[in-house]
């Protein structure tokens, strides 16, 4: 079964940076476009970056730009969000999104697999 599994999530102090990891294992990984999403409590789920399958295009959510990157390595299965600069209003839960359509363009995810989610907490 399809499984994605985030780290690296944590308490920071404003300004500082984290790195989340997410694992990715039973689906094939190189086809597929990528992403993070965060929820804060009592709010609806939102996008903050996708990747495509290949890692030739990122996108992001206009909030985090120019502070988070997405990565990924598909020797290891794995998607990373660079988050740097942080600010409170970045305090979430953190959730891996792999899309269930093989060559999809990352713009169009719609169809998702998710992951349990990690916590970030900004502290100001």
């Known amino acids: 079964q399809v499984q994605l599994v985030e780290s690296g999530g944590g308490l920071v102090q404003a300004g500082g940076s984290l790195r989340l990891s997410c694992a990715a294992s039973?689906?094939?990984?190189?086809?597929?476009?990528m992403g993070w999403f965060r929820q804060v409590l009592g709010k609806e789920r939102e996008f903050v970056a996708a990747i495509s399958w290949s890692g030739g295009s990122s996108y992001y959510v206009d909030s985090v730009k120019g502070r988070f990157t997405i990565s990924r390595d598909n020797a290891k299965n794995t998607v990373y969000l660079q988050m740097n600069s942080l600010k409170p209003e970045d305090t979430a839960v953190y959730y891996c999104?792999?899309?269930?359509?093989?060559?999809?363009?990352?713009?169009?995810?719609?169809?998702?697999?998710w992951g349990q989610g990690t916590q970030v907490t900004v502290s100001s």
């Open positions: 999104a792999a899309d269930k359509i093989p060559w999809n363009p990352p713009s169009r995810m719609k169809d998702i697999y």
């Open positions: 039973g689906l094939i990984f190189s086809r597929l476009g």
